[in-house]
Nanobody
Framework: QVGPVGSGGGLVQTGDSLKLSCTDS????????MGWFRQAPGKEREFVAA????????DLEDSVKDRFIISRDNTKNTIYLQLNNLKLDDTGVYYC??????????????????WGQGTQVTVSS
């Protein structure tokens, strides 16, 4: 395993909710600031949310800040992304990523150097 692994995606309808999880069996994620990104077909990977190692600092992209919640449970070595009121534009592969050790991850993909396999979220009308 190279990096953290995301799960929880699926096929849902507009207005539905999903909860994505991200964990890593080979490293302790509480040591890292973590982020969620997504990539739609034909588009670049884009920032969705980030959380500091303690969970005290959280950042969400403007289009999701009223609908998504990022959280973490360090006792379970897991980061979560709660997706509420899903829209068609939320469709994409969602990736969790760990920021460079000792840094607070921002909104750039370049802030993160541990990426895992994504989980597909498909929203239909």
């Amino acid at each position: 395993q190279v990096g953290p692994v995301g799960s929880g995606g699926g096929l849902v309808q507009t207005g539905d909710s999903l909860k994505l999880s991200c964990t890593d069996s080979t490293r302790t994620l509480r040591d890292y600031s973590m982020g969620w990104f997504r990539q739609a077909p034909g588009k670049e990977r884009e920032f969705v949310a980030a959380i500091s190692w303690s969970g005290g600092v959280r950042d969400l992209e403007d289009s999701v800040k009223d609908r998504f919640i990022i959280s973490r449970d360090n006792t379970k070595n897991t980061i979560y992304l709660q997706l509420n009121n899903l829209k068609l534009d939320d469709t994409g592969v969602y990736y969790c990523a760990a920021a460079r050790w000792g840094t607070q991850g921002g909104r750039s993909v370049n802030d993160y150097d541990l990426w895992g396999q994504g989980t597909q979220v498909t929203v239909s009308s």
